[in-house]
């Protein structure tokens, strides 16, 4: 099992930054990938910044150069660093994992980019 929490989202102004984090309950270097997911309204859930078990971060094309996901071995935790926002970024965003083929999933943290 594994359970994920985030935290971070919130109301910003387009061309601002936000910094998600997800406090992870697994040592994450046990997880086979861990990382960020968006669904904006009336979309499907996607992939836009996750971490392989390599280490190797992969990045949406939409958020590329805009977002940089890290991750504290030692505090168990996944931060998300968004910067430039634009209105099409708002959505809810999920910490996800997975762990021995399984998928897990945080409660999402709403965030609302104005323009």
């Known amino acids: 099992q594994v359970q994920l929490v985030e935290s971070g989202g919130g109301l910003v102004q387009a061309g601002g930054s936000l910094r998600l984090s997800c406090a992870v309950s697994?040592?994450?270097?046990?997880?086979?990938?861990v990382g960020w997911y968006r669904q904006a309204p009336g979309r499907q859930r996607e992939a836009i910044a996750t971490?392989?078990?390599?280490?190797?971060?992969v990045y949406a094309d939409s958020v590329k150069d805009r977002f940089t996901v890290s991750r504290d071995v030692a505090k168990s935790t996944v931060y998300l660093q968004m910067n430039d926002l634009k209105s099409e970024d708002t959505g809810v965003y999920y910490c996800g994992a997975r762990y021995v083929l399984r998928d897990y999933w945080g409660q999402g943290t709403q965030v609302t980019v104005s323009s």
């Open positions: 971490i392989t078990g390599s280490g190797s971060p």
């Open positions: 697994r040592y994450l270097l046990a997880l086979e990938s």
